[in-house]
């Protein structure tokens, strides 16, 4: 009724609201959790469907996710992204809470083909940063301290080095049967999951599930770490070896830019490879290399 309306708007304070949206409706919130639903390769080389769940800080805008949604989807900087809501393109420059986005609400996000090089705006930028990405793995690698004088040997030994540090574990098997996973205690994983460690002991070690966050414990013979010598990879741009002798100038990469690294599973490797990969473990512990 009237009376009631009345009473409403005295107490309602004057707030931006949406285009659209009642003047009597409660003020968006900005969401403190979205999902990221997009499209990636999966390491079969088919094109999947992947939702992410992020984390949002306060007051959260549509260009800072923009920003997290590179590393998430592998992106080149040349790439210009969109994220879509109900079909509507959210611009940059605003809030979330500006299009009303509820918490656990679903963003889309569409990737653009790539730009010439000309048209981006930082391309003048110093190249200190750049990603590895690969179909096997969850997330880039991120390779700080270089520049367009390094050559491609030195981009491998960076990269190895990285890879130690960053110390990531595959499933070499997969182990999800409900009931022998019950009886041991186990968290199920399949073949080829990325794992991050987060403890454990001999035998068994706890392990986080990079693809939705779970964490729980494996045997230690259902995983392995992933040591990459840096003769035993191979580092591509855009279909491209980067030679081992070629600075990276030669390629016109531009700063944060997407490169592509190729290897072959830790339980696949030739004996060479492997033998190669078993020394540098050792070296990590101080023996001898055999």
Known sequence: DRAFQKRSCVKC???TRPFGMSKYMPPPESPREVK????????HGRMEDRVVIQSLPDECSVQWLLNMCYDLAAASPRQPLELHY?????????LLRDYAVKPHSELKLVIRPKLPRSMLPGALVELSRLRLASSKLA???VIQGVTSETTGAELRALASAQIKRDSIWFCQQTADDPDACERAGTMPIKKGEQLTPEG??????????VRDGMVGTVAEADVVQLILPPDVMRILFECEPIADEEQLARYRLVNNEVIFL???????ADNGELAACKAAKKDDKGAKKK
Not at 36 to 43: E, G, P, R, S, T
């Open 13 to 15: 304070e004057p707030v």
């Open 36 to 43: 990221i639903k997009y499209q990636a390769l999966d390491w």
């Open 86 to 94: 109900w079909g509507k393109v959210l611009e940059p420059s605003k």
């Open 139 to 141: 997330a880039p690698i």
């Open 200 to 209: 454990g002991a001999k035998g068994v070690l706890k392990m986080r599930r």
């Open 262 to 268: 190729d290897f072959k599973w830790p339980w696949a």
